[in-house]
């Protein structure tokens, strides 16, 4: 009873501190022998104001970069962004085909059910932390 | 008297509704296959062709693929996301197939970046998505070449962020009938129900 009323009070803090947060982070195991890996997430940005995510880190990758696809003519092209807007009140989604965290350098192989750290760095300072699943999409 | 209006009112709303509801599927239907749909009958599809290109085992000549349904595909392994989504969705649809089905298929990944694929990278690489699929590769020149003669091409694009390069690479895949001739495009993101259809009319034919 007493745990459940610290549980309510806890979300309610947290739901009165809104700040932005990550929710459905993961990673598809990458195929055997790869360096690198892709992470996708969806931030949900709370504020009356838009931020920017301005780059991202993990312990396990020796650099994170920010990604997104152009597709035209039926050709496909990646490119690198310097940052990405997170509109306020709205879900910013990083999706195949779309917005992605791109992880250089694996520290090590990456099997499903793996966790992967992740660190956004928000343009007003704040850090968001969170936790990707690493997925095997084959099933 | 009074209710047997009020009925008829109703039916006239069912019927009003379901009307609606029978053009909004119609309309969704054909949105859904214009996205997707086959560019027809062979109509805007470049002439494709033969080809030899080298995998772990050795030259693979389309010539030795005769009989078979060909799913043809350029990518890079150094790809994240397009390439690994595409052979996903290519490796679910050979095992959605039935097992004479797909000793008829066979899925050619073809890497538009021989500098850092490597035949042995290639065959640790593509039978991860499905035994069936033979990763490959050729010099610069001969993949400019082939891919030219399927209506695309590739580039390296550097990656101003860090030391690796990037490659644009067409997005499509090309499926290829028994006889050797190109027959089909498959869009990048097409639903299974588009690959099956695909595969099962080129092996018909």
């Known amino acids: 009873m007493r745990r459940s009323f610290l549980l309510t009070l806890l979300f309610a803090s947290v739901a009165y501190a809104a700040s932005p947060d990550v929710r459905d982070a993961y990673v598809p195991q990458p195929p055997p022998g790869q360096t690198m890996a892709v992470m996708f997430l969806t931030i949900h940005n709370p504020l009356a104001q838009t931020v920017s995510l301005m780059s991202a880190s993990s312990e396990l990758a020796a650099r994170v970069e920010l990604h997104t696809h152009v597709h035209t003519h039926g050709q496909m092209k990646m490119q690198a962004l310097t940052k990405v807007e997170l509109p306020a009140g709205r879900d910013t989604t990083f999706k195949p085909g779309g917005l992605h965290l791109m992880l250089f350098g694996l520290k090590r192989a990456l099997q499903a059910g793996d966790s992967v750290p992740v660190s956004l760095a928000l343009s007003d300072g704040s850090q968001l932390r969170a936790i990707a699943a690493v997925r095997d999409l084959r099933q | 008297m009074a209710v047997s209006e009020q009925l008829r009112s109703h039916l006239r709303i069912l019927v009003r509704a379901l009307s609606l509801a029978v053009l909004v599927t119609s309309a969704l239907m054909w949105l859904l296959l214009s996205e997707y749909a086959p560019r027809g009958a062979g ?59 797909q000793a008829r298929v066979r899925g ?15 065959a640790e690489y593509a ?13 610069e020149a001969s993949l400019q070449a082939l891919t030219s003669r399927y ?23 090309y499926v290829i009938a028994p006889n050797g001739e190109l027959v089909e495009r498959i869009a ?11 595969i099962r009319d080129a092996l018909a034919r």
């Open chain 2, 188 to 198: 990048h993101g097409s639903p299974l129900e588009v690959w099956q259809h695909a």
């Open chain 2, 127 to 139: 039978p991860y998505f499905h035994p069936r699929i033979v990763g490959v590769t050729g010099d």
């Open chain 2, 43 to 101: 109509a805007a599809l470049p002439k494709g062709g033969d080809f030899v290109l080298q995998s772990a085992q050795g030259p693979l000549d389309s010539h030795s693929l005769r009989g078979q349904v060909v799913l043809l595909y350029f990518g890079y392994t150094f790809c994240p996301d397009v390439c690994p989504t595409s052979l996903t969705d290519m490796g679910k649809a050979i095992q959605s197939l039935g097992a004479a089905e």
């Open chain 2, 108 to 122: 050619v990944f073809v890497s538009v970046d021989p500098a850092r694929d490597t035949v042995q990278r290639l």
């Open chain 2, 151 to 173: 209506g695309a091409s590739f580039r390296r694009v550097p990656n101003e962020a860090g030391e690796a390069y990037s490659v644009e690479h067409p997005s499509s895949v």
